[in-house]
């Protein structure tokens, strides 16, 4: 889970400039962006860290030890 969240920190969604019409520019570098004015999706991204916690938090449950 730590490095799923590394990863989507370090790699986050890319989307067009508000001038422009809205459309997902992919998975870049957080120093890389796609465009010069591309800015990173602040829905994306936060949809992208929830579904990580909660797979987390599912997998630590599923794998928790039964006494």
Known sequence: MVVGLCL????PPWEAPPPQPLEFLGMHFVLT???P?????QLLLTIEL??????G???SFF?????
Do not use: D, N, Q
């Not at 929830?50 to 797979?55: E, F, K, M």
């Not at 794998?63 to 006494?67: A, E, L, N, Q, T």
């Open 8 to 11: 989507a920190i370090l790699f």
């Open 63 to 67: 794998f928790r030890s039964k006494s």
């Open 37 to 41: 004015e591309a800015i990173v999706s």
């Open 33 to 35: 962006p796609p465009t």
């Open 57 to 59: 938090l599912y997998g």
């Open 50 to 55: 929830v579904t990580i916690a909660i797979a």
